[in-house]
């Protein structure tokens, strides 16, 4: 099974409400995802008219949960729970991010240890391709004992 794409990224993360940061889902694979957000002057993190650039992080976050929500919706799961549990060398090129100019978040699985902690190489990016911000996560997500990706399905103990 394909989702259909663009799709809206609010089925796929465990976030309720306001905190649900991202807007939509471009693309997936079995490393990682792409997700759009389109900041608003209504957004929880706003601060003189844009968001602070260490909000990526969150949005990168929410990436991967957005990638693990898609296998897990795949398989007839609801979104599984996972924790940011480190970042490494964020680096934002930009002080804040503008408001109604769309951002584009790339997340890519690095590797996934037998204790569910997985790491992923993040970027920020306009649509237009310009670097943003990147990073490194370190996510604890217990490993799923099936799944469709068969990346998962491989490294399943």
Not at 26 to 45: C, H, M, N, Q
Request: charged letters at 20%.
């Amino acid at each position: 099974m394909r989702l259909e794409l663009p799709c809206a990224v609010r089925p796929f993360v465990p976030h309720d409400g306001a905190m649900c940061l991202l807007d939509t889902l471009l693309d997936y694979d079995a490393e990682g995802a792409t997700v759009e957000i389109t900041p608003r002057d209504s957004d929880l993190f706003v601060e003189d008219g844009a968001i602070p650039a260490w909000v990526g992080l969150e949005w990168m976050a929410q990436g991967v949960a957005a990638w693990a929500g898609v296998w897990a919706h795949i398989d007839g799961a609801p979104p599984p729970p996972g924790f940011l549990i480190a970042s490494r060398r964020y680096h934002a090129h930009v002080d804040n991010f503008a408001l109604d100019e769309p951002v584009h978040v790339q997340v890519t699985r690095e590797f996934v240890a037998d204790n569910g902690v997985r790491a992923f190489s993040g970027t920020l990016s306009t649509a237009a391709g310009q670097r943003l911000a990147e990073g490194r996560l370190s996510i604890f997500q217990p490993t799923p004992a099936t799944s469709s990706s068969p990346v998962e399905r491989q490294n399943a103990r």
